[in-house]
């Protein structure tokens, strides 16, 4: 073999594998967990951050929410109407099917209460409330304690309004226990088996304002739902069974009101209602089947 | 041209394609991952959450330590001292906080006792007063006048009490480069359980940013303590793919449990912060389009997300400060669930009277026998988040991860295997896996459950025929029927796992 | 050119002996002393080897360096012709042969003492100390019950660890190697111990630490992407220490968390 082909196969050769051994040495170095880090602090406080702070949610500064105190309260008096067929929903669980503690879940049928329409159209289990405190809202008094019951695996009532710091307590008239998980967004979780017939009830309080409703389920019965309102002041109300529902003694001016149902989520993010000192203030919605997506 | 310059050349394009595919020169650069609610925000709002998520915390390369943390950090507070020296000057009296003084003595004294902070000197930071917020180069101390000297020089020297922190971010710093180094592959970058080798491993590798965890010792409410991290990542979790790493040092262990909690921190920041916006105020694209179909005005809706963008420091503060109150409190005495009575003497009697809570409680996930095959495994479940029902029958965590209830006949307690751990498993269930809760059950009766369950691999045939027997004929008396069929099972041919050498339960 | 090779030839064993001589002292050598009886054993059937192997490298080198030398001589000498040489062949079969032969009967008796679950000792055979159960990528411990024996099937008393093997020194243990999944191999470089884990298999491994200490354990079998970092601790404690530390273990494994409220429960 004569020199120059000896020198191409050096080169040939030997030049990619010098230039691999270089990459290969170059990768090794730099990145990942031995990259130069740099840390830098991050003070505490809002005020050494250099935020001039303003509390965030809840003691709502928007004009348009509140009206003077000095004006008188009105009542809101209203009523929620499904405009076309209510839809015939089967029930959960049939009655005497074999589910677990069949002998109080399935003693009767447990109805599908995800739209429930009374005669005349009403729709029954709609929250309709105030997304923050009015301004200069002040909560006066003590609260009453609420009932949060459960018979047969159907909690009663559907759907609850519960103001912060108020004293709900769960109860459970079956035999058979069960387990009454609330899905909290900012609260502190509430996941407590609630024993057969506790009738003394274990107690379940909101130390904040839930930003929509939040759902009751219970793990042992997964059928089992119903809704929480948690809020603030006491200017929000859930419609009855035919569909008609009350918020009284609001300080008179306007206001913008959130609509909320299970089977459609927010129906209203910002219904505008004006409401007059000292008189019943009447609200007639009414709501097509088509708005209730989540059937 | 020849065949051998044409070589040449296809030898020569080939080395550069070489160099240039192997990346030799710019490694890939590491990012934290941006939640799918965070995405689905109107821009202006996105951006203002990804500015401010990164003012909090930083890039993987460029961390900030973000002092309202209950993370420690490293570093080493101090405070100055009155001073007689006049400006300008470079030397401080200082005093370092009485826990960190040893720590001061251990990183920075050398063995002939003088001080040592290193060629480029060690980073101060001034926390209050006259410098707050900067930042000066340590380069000398003096033991007997309590001096420390610094490079820069000051016109006016720090008042009396102007605190700072010395090497501030170091345990932040080695915690990241542990993490990169042994849980990144798995865990990603951000702790979102999505690392490179996540998609072969079944179960998942966890998620941080919920802020939630399995295998803790805190009542359901409380987050989990630095403890129970720390025995996770020491110990591992067996029965999964986290291992032991058991051979790193406490002060390593220390450091990856800080930067595991931070990484849970800024991801549970993310998620609430998206709740508050897509819940409270509706701020997402889909929302406003909706709005605006119906009619809402354009420049209100501007305003909310003005007002929002303007807001966002706000909001990170009080949601970082109800993040930190729930992290001290798990580390409180009265969040650790300690049992009220010492574990009931393992007894038929005890094991009897478990097997009948079983029955009443367990059996619909855990299955009649343990296996892990009850009824709930074979029902479609529903989806809380979406309101659908999952595709698959059976459990999901709220992770989205389909699970399997543990099948108890093997023996593989993933939390940990002590009667504690298994009593720890029951009375505070497992929030993420819908494990329920059983906090409001008697201890005596908690202890008999956890004496039957560890019985259970070594279950022989119609061990508990009897008592089966009595529990359901009980119930019959009480009227009704139950789920399980009511029959007691008298088969003996039903072979224990226990028994099959191939399948050796308890070491899994 | 000559030149060049025959200096390159001669230089490079030399060098490749320089460097075999001056490793043990630069710590290029063995991870340690070896830290068992046998495994001592092991250490000096290797040096053997390594002599007989060193003899035989020099010996050749020195001819190939004599005859690169001899024939870099410009010489207008003919060569000379070989066809080949019987005796030649048989000497430089036989010999080989032999010394094979040597090695492979010289050694029996340690690979038996280390292969053949007849030949281990006695005391380690009766009295397994724990099952290691090697899985990815982590070694899973299980103990009996300080005063029972280890049995095949887990009995309810008994104590489990990861990653850590407590034996005690200064006496033959036995442990059972198992594999909960894929090929490994349980490997202690300073007790010069390596077994292969295989699948479906519990395969006795003996062995003795002489001094009280730590020892390094690593996979040495392929086993996926945690491979390199399956490593894991044998500790050897004396005796009273060995029986104290099974004690407590056996203790934290039966916590009811009753007695620590408030105690940070670690271990």
Not at chain 1, 212 to 238: E, N, Q, R, S
Not at chain 2, 423 to 442: L, V
Not at chain 3, 158 to 172: H, S, W
Request: charged fraction near 25%; include cysteine; glycine fraction near 10%.
């Amino acid at each position: 073999m004569n020199n120059s082909s000896t020198k191409q196969i050096v080169l040939l050769v030997g030049l990619p594998v010098f230039v691999i051994g270089l990459c290969l040495t170059g990768a090794g170095c730099g990145g990942g967990a031995n990259a130069v880090t740099t840390v830098t602090l991050k003070p505490a406080d809002l005020e050494s951050d250099g935020v001039e702070g303003a509390t965030v949610g809840g003691g709502g500064d928007k004009p348009k929410t509140g009206g003077g105190p000095a004006a008188g309260p009105g009542n809101l008096v209203g009523r929620f109407v499904l405009d076309g067929v209510a839809p015939n929903l089967s029930p959960l669980v049939a009655k005497g099917a074999t589910v677990k503690d069949a002998e109080y879940c399935a003693a009767e049928a447990v109805p599908n209460q995800s739209l429930v329409v009374g005669d005349g159209g009403g729709i029954a289990n709609v929250f309709i409330y105030l997304d923050k405190a009015p301004k200069g809202y002040k909560a006066e008094g003590e609260l009453s304690e609420l009932v949060f019951d459960q018979k047969n695996c159907t909690f009663e009532p559907h759907g609850l309004v519960v103001q912060v710091g108020q004293t709900v307590l769960v109860k459970n008239a079956d035999g058979a226990a069960h387990n009454t998980n609330m899905k909290v967004i900012r609260n502190k979780s509430f996941n407590q088996v609630v024993n057969g017939n506790d009738r003394t009830g274990v107690p379940l309080i909101y130390e904040k304002a839930e930003p929509a409703p939040i759902k009751a389920t219970c793990d042992f019965h997964a059928w089992m739902g119903a809704y929480h309102l948690v809020i603030d002041h006491p200017y929000a109300a859930c419609s009855k069974a035919d569909g008609t529902f009350e918020i009284k003694k609001l300080p008179a001016g306007e206001y913008k009101f959130r609509v909320w149902h299970e089977s459609a989520g927010l129906l209203e993010r910002s219904l505008k209602v004006k409401v007059e000192a000292g008189k019943d203030n009447k609200l007639e919605q009414s709501y097509s089947i088509g708005s209730f997506s989540k059937l | 041209m020849s065949i051998r310059r044409k070589l040449n050349i296809l030898f020569v394009l080939a080395c550069g394609f070489l160099i240039a595919g192997c990346d030799a020169f710019s490694p890939p650069d590491a990012k934290f991952v941006v939640r799918e609610e965070t995405n689905k925000l109107t821009s202006d709002v996105a951006t203002a959450v990804e500015k401010e998520l990164e003012g909090s915390f930083g890039t993987p390369h460029q961390l900030v330590a973000w002092l309202k943390l209950p993370v420690d950090f490293g570093g080493i507070p101090g405070a100055t001292e009155e001073s007689q020296l006049e400006g300008p000057l470079n030397k401080f009296p200082v005093k370092f906080d009485a826990e960190a003084d040893g720590d001061f003595i251990s990183q920075f004294q050398t063995e002939n006792g003088s001080f040592d902070f290193g060629v480029s000197g060690t980073r101060l930071d001034w926390m209050t007063g006259e410098y707050s917020g900067k930042s000066m180069q340590v380069i000398g101390y003096d033991s007997e006048t309590q001096l420390l000297t610094t490079k820069e020089k000051v016109e006016v020297p720090p008042a009396a009490g102007d605190t700072f922190i010395l090497s501030a971010g170091g345990n932040l710093k080695s915690g990241r480069a542990l993490y990169m180094e042994h849980c990144l592959h798995c865990h990603g970058v951000s702790g979102e359980g999505n690392g490179p080798t996540a998609q072969y491993l079944n179960p998942r590798p966890r998620d941080y940013r919920l802020g939630q965890f399995k295998f803790k010792s805190t009542k359901p409410a409380e987050k989990i303590t630095q403890d129970d991290l720390g025995r996770v990542i020491k110990y591992g979790i067996p029965g999964t793919y986290m291992p032991s790493f058991l051979l790193l040092d406490d002060e390593e262990l220390h450091s990856i449990v800080e930067y595991v909690r931070w990484l849970s921190i800024r991801g549970e920041l993310e998620y609430r912060v998206d709740q508050e916006l897509i819940l409270a105020s509706g701020l997402t694209n889909e929302i406003i389009s909706e709005r605006k179909a119906d009619g809402d005005d354009a420049a209100e809706i501007q305003e909310e997300v003005d007002e929002a963008v303007a807001n966002m420091p706000t909001m990170f503060h009080d949601l970082g400060d109800q993040l930190a109150e729930s992290w001290v409190l798990a580390e409180d005495e009265g969040s650790l669930i300690v049992p009220a009575i010492p574990r009931v003497e393992d007894s038929f009697e005890s094991r009897a009277r478990g097997r009948k809570f079983f029955l009443e409680k367990c059996t619909n996930c855990h299955g009649h026998k343990g296996r892990g095959n009850g009824t709930m495994t074979e029902d479609f479940q529903k989806n809380e988040e979406t309101g659908e029902l999952y595709a698959e029958p059976g459990l999901f965590d709220i992770w989205g991860n389909p699970i399997k209830p543990r099948n108890l006949t093997k023996g593989l307690y993933r939390g940990g295997r002590r009667p504690v751990d298994l009593y720890r498993r029951f009375y505070g269930g497992i929030g993420p896996s819908k494990m329920p809760n059983f906090a409001t059950t008697d201890p005596q009766t908690l202890w008999d459950t956890v004496n039957y369950v560890y019985h259970i691999p070594f279950e022989k045939p119609g061990e508990y025929t009897e008592v089966d027997r009595e529990y359901f004929e009980s119930k019959k008396a009480a009227g009704g029927e139950t789920t399980t069929t009511g029959e007691v099972d008298e088969s003996s041919e039903e072979k224990q796992t226990a028994i099959d050498s191939a399948d050796s339960p308890n070491q899994k | 050119m000559r030149w060049f090779w025959l200096t390159f030839f001669t230089v490079c064993p030399i060098v490749a002996v320089a460097f075999c001589v001056i490793a043990p002292g630069m710590d290029w050598w063995f991870p340690s002393e070896a830290g068992s009886p046998l495994g001592e054993r092991i250490d000096s059937l290797f040096h053997l080897i390594l002599y007989i192997v060193t003899g035989t490298f020099i010996g050749t080198q020195i001819a190939m360096v004599y005859v690169l030398w001899k024939s870099s001589k410009k010489d207008d000498t003919r060569a000379w012709f070989s066809h080949g040489s019987h005796n030649l062949e048989v000497i430089w079969t036989i010999v080989p042969a032999g010394i094979l032969l040597f090695i492979a009967l010289y050694q029996m008796d340690v690979w038996a003492e280390f292969r053949v679950v007849s030949q281990f000792p006695k005391e380690a055979r009766k009295a397994p100390v724990a099952e290691v159960m090697a899985r990815q990528f982590e070694w899973r411990i299980r103990y009996p019950e300080p005063g029972r024996i280890l049995q095949i099937q887990p009995q309810p008393t008994d104590l489990y660890a990861v990653n850590e093997i407590l034996v005690p020194a200064a006496k033959p243990v036995m442990i059972y190697l198992k594999t909960q999944d894929v090929q490994h191999s349980f490997f202690l470089p300073e007790l010069r111990v390596k077994q292969d884990a295989v699948p479906g298999q519990i395969i006795p491994v003996w062995f003795e630490a002489t001094k009280p200490g730590e020892y390094t354990l690593v996979c040495a079998e392929l086993c996926g992407w945690g491979h390199y970092k399956m490593g894991a601790r044998v500790v050897a404690l004396a005796e009273e220490q060995f029986e104290a530390a099974m004690e407590e273990l056996a203790e934290q494994q039966s916590d009811d968390g009753f007695a620590d409220a408030g105690d940070s429960d670690d271990e």
